[in-house]
């Protein structure tokens, strides 16, 4: 939480009414930025997350915005390769609609050895969390995400996506 502190007495010197006090800042949603220009002016920028109470903390809800594209297998395959890059800070969402019991195979790769997925089943809930490769039965049918970003700083990715 942020409390009301002193300033400087350079920076309360350069306006007076400005008292020497930086008052409470409530912080909204995921978090609030505070910053003193030269003319001693708060000037604040908020964002807020969105999250949805069924899933816990993690890579997939910390999500910031990126682009969301659905995946369509070529006719008569069940299989595709995506090729993309994520930006630091921002996730690439892939819908895949898929039905129970089916299987999932999903392997990542980047230059940078730094592109991890979540898989996020139908309801909410996550299968599979910050990995590079996956195998795994469907529990229900239905518009599967996978999430894609980077560790650390941006990321190239390839990103080979089956379902049989």
């Not at 009414?17 to 909204?28: C, H, M, Q, R, Y």
């Amino acid at each position: 939480m942020f409390y009301p502190r002193k300033v400087s007495d350079r920076m309360a010197s350069m306006k007076p009414e400005f008292n020497g006090i930086v008052s409470k800042l409530a912080l909204v949603g995921a978090g609030a930025f505070l910053c003193l220009t030269p003319s001693v002016e708060a000037i604040t920028t908020t964002f807020a997350s969105t999250r949805t109470a069924s899933v816990e903390p993690s890579f997939a809800i910390a999500q910031a915005r990126g682009r969301t594209q659905r995946i369509r297998f070529a006719p008569g395959k069940n299989s595709a390769l995506v090729e993309y890059g994520v930006v630091r800070g921002t996730r690439d969402t892939y819908l895949l609609s898929a039905k129970a019991r089916q299987t999932m195979t999903l392997s990542i790769t980047s230059l940078e050895k730094n592109a991890v997925f979540d898989v996020v089943a139908p309801n909410g809930r996550i299968i599979r969390q910050e990995a590079t490769s996956w195998r795994g039965v469907l529990p229900a049918t239905g518009d599967y995400k996978i999430v894609v970003g980077g560790t650390r700083g941006n990321a190239s990715y390839k990103m080979q996506v089956a379902i049989k």
